[in-house]
């Protein structure tokens, strides 16, 4: 289909919730491709196309988004629940030795999706790791990556964080939770604060570096 620019929904708009994988992606096939997105969008919109196309649903959504209660959020873009709605978070390593002839230590740095109802339980996440990588416990110290690193490694700024076009082939650990919900997908930034991408979640794990990890 054409390109088209996408209307910005606001906190009012209804869409009716998806409630199966087949619904979904018929309305990914059929949705326009959208125009007038930012630099850090068209970047995430380019690399769905590459790796899953015609399967990445996209949302424009006003800029006070953030502001607006999970209700509102699943009921603007269609969404299954409130659960489905994710944010990608960037974890560092702060007591990994870092290999200085590499650029980027792909053992030190992870993006970690976890649901926004959800939270991650730091030990659990820490155990997973070191299963990953063979760290000690005194060698592994996990916390959110600076806002800097942050945006060095993925390109996107707070709030637009997504493990879709990011700079770096950072690992990606999605939660256990997110793997139970039905219909499986989930709800992500976009590489904007107004846009939104939706993945279905088997997609993400078989063309990204990702992986299912208990660590809530």
Sequence with gaps: ????????????????????????????????????MSDGTLT??????????????????????????????????????TFHLCKTLIFDNTKYRQDESQPIDHNRYWAIIVQYEG??????????????????????????????????????TNNAVSPVGMKSDIPILISSAIAELDPPLIYLGAGHVDWKIAIPVKGLLEHWNASIVDFQ
């Design 1 to 36: 289909m054409p390109g088209a620019e996408f209307t910005q929904r606001g906190p009012d708009y209804t869409s009716a919730p998806v409630t199966t994988l087949d619904e979904f992606t018929a309305l990914a096939h059929t949705d326009p491709t959208p125009v007038g």
């Design 44 to 81: 995430v919109y380019n690399d769905a196309q590459k790796r899953l196309k015609g399967q990445c649903r996209f949302f424009h959504v006003d800029s006070d988004y953030y502001n607006w209660a999970y209700e509102q959020r699943a009921r603007v873009m269609g969404c299954p629940s």
């Design 119 to 156: 939270a991650v339980n730091v030990p659990k996440l820490e155990k997973a790791v070191r299963e990953r990588t063979g760290a000690s416990r005194k060698a592994t110290h996990l916390r959110i990556a600076a806002a800097e690193k942050s945006l060095e490694l993925t390109g996107f």
